[in-house]
């Protein structure tokens, strides 16, 4: 059913439209803010489950003409309810000569779609891209693939209300008449891997997430192995990191034993992940560690990466060609990036300038006039520094910077990171401390997630080899917090305190944490559509732990 979403996204542009996406885990209000700042005509649902939300807040659209629901039948009857076929009808008296009129009229400079940004920091902002922001910018995409046409395979599986998806799924897919598979509505949740066993891309983006869940599945597997099937894998694992990062340097030198464990462990690999004939694995859209970095390079799998915004139309730097671990890239073809204000050391505020960015936000000038300069130079609010090679690197985000009361400014990224490669029992790591003493941190512990994308109670394989490596016997997430667990909170006090060793000044140290009862997620609102961390909403949601861990520290003072 996904390419009746296409279908409706074209249908909408060739109509002089403009298509916009609500993600499917928004709420109703949620929906409402999207379908009431785009003015809807008309909106297109899946199933009876998202025309719920609308009719709870329809009253509230005045502009909306239409629901055309275009999965199952309609549970109740109404003038502006549709299926997809009774939608489809009303066109079939418009002769062709109308359509292709309006088709003709299309100009580049004009709107061509709506992209919401997540919300991670305020309202959604309506992304404004014209025709040729989209056009250019696949084009570009096309020539820097090398993609074959007719060729290439691709596999979708980000929603369409996300710049991604759109670019490669839509504009970038169609330019070099690439096949899209579609992957299950469940992908995000476990089902992804199915689907690229079955149809194997010649091209993959995942988002980091994706590339940790496949990592965190694939250590639970060989944790189970036997000792001479882990002697082989980490055998090949060795060589494969220092063949990876020999070609990474353009040294290309092969050592010896690399066929041996091509053929015993990196093809099997690459087959059993359906990625045997994928040319180029892409990850891109939020951070990603260089641990999951480097395990993929130990299997022979570079994961290249992309960087870029919505209001950059989707990429803006690549890695396809060259690369550096932990880098996004060099500047692509035809753009232009410039750091504004850098520091000592290089870090400077990222700035793109390009016909891939965007006209601005829908009836935002104020927050448009934020970001655009009067010279076209678009302000991403991110920090990076350049190489010697021009790879540029993120160093922080300037809206993420947490400025003690002290006046220092503390980049989170990093040292959460740290957290969670030290301690492979925790699963999300989010930094606090802006505007107080000192800095603290929320903790959650890796657990199963349900078919719903729900996190549940039950510890995961990787924290479960955790705890019977410190001899507890804990299964739960509450059993360990319940207990306050003296094994596992030891371990990871001693893990905070090698990485508050590595500091680089005693304000970057964090000098208190919590474990919080139940992992991010999506559904619980800890995290956007793609996997990013919705920080002030997590410390609303927190607020009392939070205080309570400056409480208690304010009282031993």
Not at 147 to 167: D, F, R, T
Not at 307 to 334: A, F, L, N, Q
Not at 373 to 402: A, C, N, P, S, V
Request: hydrophobic letters at 40%; a neutral charge.
């Amino acid at each position: 059913m996904c390419h009746l979403k296409k279908y409706s996204f074209l249908n909408c542009l060739s109509l002089r439209g403009l298509a916009a996406g609500i993600y499917t885990t928004n709420s109703p209000e949620a929906c409402q803010y999207v379908a009431a700042n785009c003015e809807a005509n008309v909106l297109v649902v899946e199933n009876q489950k998202q025309l719920d939300k609308i009719l709870q807040v329809k009253d509230h659209l005045p502009h909306l003409r239409a629901i055309v629901q275009y999965k199952g039948e309609l549970q109740q009857k109404a003038p502006f309810l549709y299926t997809w076929e009774e939608f489809m009808k009303l066109g079939e008296d418009v002769p062709d000569e109308q359509l292709n009129a309006v088709i003709d009229s299309l100009r580049p400079n004009e709107c061509c779609t709506l992209i919401y940004t997540s919300g991670t920091t305020g309202n959604p902002k309506g992304v404004m891209l014209s025709h040729d922001n989209i056009t250019w910018t696949a084009h570009v995409g096309c020539t820097i693939l090398k993609a074959k046409g007719g060729e290439e395979i691709l596999v979708s599986y980000l929603p369409l209300s996300h710049v991604a998806a759109q670019m490669i799924d839509i504009w970038v897919c169609m330019g070099f008449a690439g096949t899209i598979y579609f992957a299950e509505p469940d992908a995000l949740k476990g089902s992804l891997v199915n689907t690229l066993k079955e149809v194997r891309p010649t091209c993959f983006l995942g988002v980091p997430r994706v590339w940790e869940k496949i990592e965190e599945k694939m250590k639970a597997v060989g944790a189970k192995a036997s000792p001479m099937k882990k002697r082989v894998a980490g055998f090949a694992k060795s060589i494969g990191l220092q063949y990876n990062y020999s070609v990474m340097n353009g040294q290309n030198q092969v050592p010896w034993g690399f066929m041996l464990a091509n053929n015993l462990v990196f093809k099997k690999v690459r087959a059993a992940l359906g990625l045997d004939r994928c040319r180029i694995c892409c990850t891109g859209a939020a951070p990603i560690t260089k641990d999951t970095l480097d395990y993929f390079m130990s299997l022979n799998i570079p994961l290249k990466e992309l960087y870029g915004m919505s209001e950059s139309s989707g990429p803006h730097t690549i890695s396809i060609d060259e690369y550096r671990v932990t880098s996004c890239g060099k500047v692509m073809i035809g753009c232009k990036i410039k750091l504004v204000n850098p520091d000592a050391d290089g870090n400077g505020e990222i700035c793109f300038w390009g016909r891939n960015i965007f006209m601005g936000y829908l009836n935002m000038p104020d927050k448009t006039a934020e970001v655009l300069d009067e010279d076209g130079w678009l302000h991403t609010g991110d920090l990076g520094r350049y190489d010697e090679q021009d790879f540029l690197y993120i160093t922080g985000r300037i809206k993420e910077l947490i400025i003690t009361a002290g006046g220092e400014n503390i980049p989170p990224v990093p040292i959460e990171d740290a957290v969670k490669s030290e301690l492979p029992i925790i699963s999300n790591a989010m930094l606090i401390g802006d505007k107080l003493k000192f800095l603290s941190m929320l903790l959650t512990l890796k657990c199963v997630v349900d078919d719903n994308g729900e996190p549940t109670d039950e510890l995961n394989q990787e924290a479960l080899e955790f705890c019977r490596q410190h001899s507890v016997k804990a299964t739960k997430v509450s059993e360990i917090i319940a207990n306050k667990e003296p094994a596992i909170y030891s371990a990871i006090q001693a893990g905070i305190e090698r990485v508050n060793a590595r500091s680089t000044s005693n304000a970057q140290k964090v000098q208190k944490w919590v474990i919080v009862e139940q992992d991010f997620s999506v559904t619980g609102g800890e995290l956007g559509p793609t996997m990013k961390l919705r920080r002030p909403i997590v410390v609303k949601m927190y607020q009392e732990k939070i205080n309570e861990m400056y409480a208690v520290a304010a009282g031993k003072q």
